[in-house]
């Protein structure tokens, strides 16, 4: 137990045991970093910024330098860094109640879930609130098993669900797998990575085959009958992957012939960011449950999983969450999604994503030796680093992608790194994004590329 003199020197020991001192330098902050926190929480950058307030589509750092944010938060600041509207909920909700626990009804929740059920697409109707989305992922594998009687769950190469045991054991990179034994059930199949065929194959010629390996994975690696497919409409860590318009209607398919569920992951890609509310209605499929968070709060921990009315009601245990759905959160949602709808943000995504994929192929272009493969829809776009794109060799070049995010750091533009292989700069501003600052942070990713490669 800390003496009352170290308790003091941290500055919680003042008047009313309510006061602290900020850190005066990023060092300070680095320092607690190195000796209190866990060393895999990382920072994205070789120098790491503090990033101390933000507003729109900016923060700033501690030492006062101002930052255009192309990533906000891994795509949770939906509607813009300190968003008025949501700020005035979730001050007026702190004002006369901060949590209770679902044992008890509240108004931001059964606000919300009706809110949730009037947007979503085809039947699903009934929600579960959690505190993250790796727990809605897990909450969804739990009612694929429930309401179809199968254990054995699908999930992709290349996809992320989460840092839970059971997410891990979803999540198709051995980067974030922590254990050799996961989870006991899970099959993974061909991502449909077009630049990475797996099946050495060329689109469209394939036939979108990946999609049909399926039915042989379901008929040599289960039982036979599975409990249903769990996918993000665009692989999120790994690289903004973008799946061909075909293979979600023929993937559901074959997974519901054997007996299973198809599950829409939109942790990343919900609420807009893809130039439509949901990243799944890009492929004309109807999930049977889909999974949310991130931007669903503006940077509140929140997750939901929302799921038709005979699976919502296929499990007869008890179940709760005892952060999911707490009401700040919940109030914070409801504000998200009333800006989203009341300033048509999901059409501004398709409008501002437009000039920046434009953007971003004209530099494809500019440099050809680094930039493999430009791909994404709407405000989540990405580029992919290579050593040889010249010679279509494709190798990964995670040092250059690197070093690319370091130099836009250094001239004021914040992106985010993924990939398998480390080698995507993941590009995913606020919805609220301007045209002049997607042509702005253009122009810094111009100046970046031009640095990295005259430095190499």
């Known amino acids: 137990m800390k003496s009352a003199d170290a308790v003091g020197e941290s500055g919680l020991g003042g008047a009313g045991g309510l006061e602290c001192t900020a850190p005066t330098s990023t060092a300070t902050v680095l320092k607690q970093y190195e000796e209190h926190l866990f060393p895999q929480v990382k920072s994205l950058h070789t120098e790491p910024v503090v990033v101390t307030e933000g507003q729109g589509c900016r923060v700033r750092d501690l030492e006062g330098n101002s930052y255009l944010d192309f990533f906000g938060g891994i795509l949770t600041i939906s509607v813009g860094h300190a968003n008025e509207d949501v700020n005035r909920a979730v001050i007026a909700q702190v004002q006369r109640l901060s949590h209770i626990s679902t044992l008890y009804p509240t108004l931001p929740m059964g606000e919300l879930a009706e809110r949730l059920a009037r947007i979503a697409p085809g039947a699903l109707q009934k929600c579960f609130f959690t505190a993250s989305g790796s727990e809605a992922d897990e909450a969804a594998v739990m009612m694929a098993q429930s309401y179809t009687g199968n254990t054995e769950i699908i999930a992709l190469r290349h996809g992320y669900s989460g840092r839970t045991l059971l997410a891990q054991g979803l999540t198709g990179n051995a980067g974030w797998r922590a254990s050799a034994h996961l989870a006991v059930g899970v099959r993974h199949a061909p991502s449909p990575y077009c630049y990475r065929c797996p099946l050495k194959l060329t689109y469209p010629k394939c036939g979108v085959a990946c999609a049909k390996d399926l039915e042989e994975l379901i008929a040599t690696t289960t039982n036979g009958r ?119 943000l999901a059409d501004n995504a398709k409008r501002q994503g437009g000039l920046l994929r434009e953007g971003l192929e004209h530099l494809q272009r500019k440099h050809p030796l680094h930039l493999g493969d430009v791909r994404g829809m709407g405000l989540m776009q990405a580029i992919e680093f290579v050593v040889d794109a010249d010679n279509g060799e494709r190798t990964p070049d995670p ?13 004021g533009l914040l992106m985010g790194r993924g990939g398998t292989y480390g080698n995507v700069i993941r590009i995913a501003p606020p919805l609220t994004v301007s045209a002049a600052e997607v042509k702005e942070a253009l122009a810094l990713i111009d100046e970046s590329l031009a640095s990295v490669q005259g430095a190499g």
């Open 226 to 344: 599975v409990a249903g497919l769990l996918a993000e409409p665009i692989q999120g860590v790994g690289g903004f992957v973008t799946p061909p318009p075909e293979y979600f209607a023929i993937a559901a398919e074959i997974v519901r012939k054997h007996g299973g569920v198809f599950i829409a992951d939109e942790v990343q890609t919900g609420f807009g960011r893809t130039g439509r509310m949901w990243g799944i209605e890009h492929y004309g499929v109807e999930p049977d449950m889909m999974t949310m968070a991130k931007g669903i709060a503006n940077g509140l921990p929140l997750g939901a999983l929302i799921a038709t009315a005979p699976i919502a009601d296929s499990l007869q245990k008890s179940t709760l969450s005892t952060f999911g759905g707490n009401p700040v959160s919940c109030a914070a949602a409801n504000a998200v999604l009333e800006v989203v709808q009341r300033d048509k």
């Open 399 to 411: 040092d250059f992608t690197l070093a690319l995010l370091d130099a836009a750091r250094q001239r």
